[in-house]
């Protein structure tokens, strides 16, 4: 059974930092096949893209809202992805899932075939 599980989800003000993280797991999910992604959805809104990076790592994408505050990264060996969060503002309050597509430009269309289950990001003003 292939899993996506996040984690370091929590409050925290305005202006501040936190690093978001997502195991994947599963005996035939080939991490490093797959362009990785952070979505999140916040109270009465759709599900939109933040970042992407391809399977390689050498790439990636983000939103306008995010570019130059957030940093995704991930580590293969570990089948980990991460999103470094910097200067955050309320508007980033939201659920944020990790997901994993076929490519990075696939992804960032919202085309996944593994969904998280999300963690929560509550920024204080």
């Known amino acids: 059974q292939v899993q996506l599980v996040e984690s370091g989800g929590g409050l925290v003000q305005a202006g501040g930092s936190l690093k978001l993280s997502c195991a994947a797991s599963?005996?035939?999910?080939?991490?490093?096949?797959?362009?990785m992604g952070w979505f999140r959805q916040a109270p009465g809104k759709e599900r939109e893209f933040v970042a992407v990076?391809?399977?390689?790592?050498?790439?990636?994408s983000y939103a306008d809202s995010v570019k130059g505050r957030f940093t995704i990264s991930r580590d293969n060996a570990k089948k980990m992805v991460y999103l470094q969060m910097n200067s955050l503002k309320a508007e980033d309050t939201a659920v944020y899932y990790c997901?994993?597509?076929?490519?990075?430009?696939?992804?960032?269309?919202?085309?996944?075939?593994?969904w998280g289950q999300g963690t929560q990001l509550t920024v204080s003003s």
């Open positions: 599963g005996r035939t999910f080939s991490f490093s096949n797959y362009a």
């Open positions: 997901a994993a597509g076929p490519s990075g430009p696939s992804v960032r269309r919202g085309t996944v075939n593994i």
């Open positions: 990076i391809t399977w390689s790592g050498t790439s990636t």
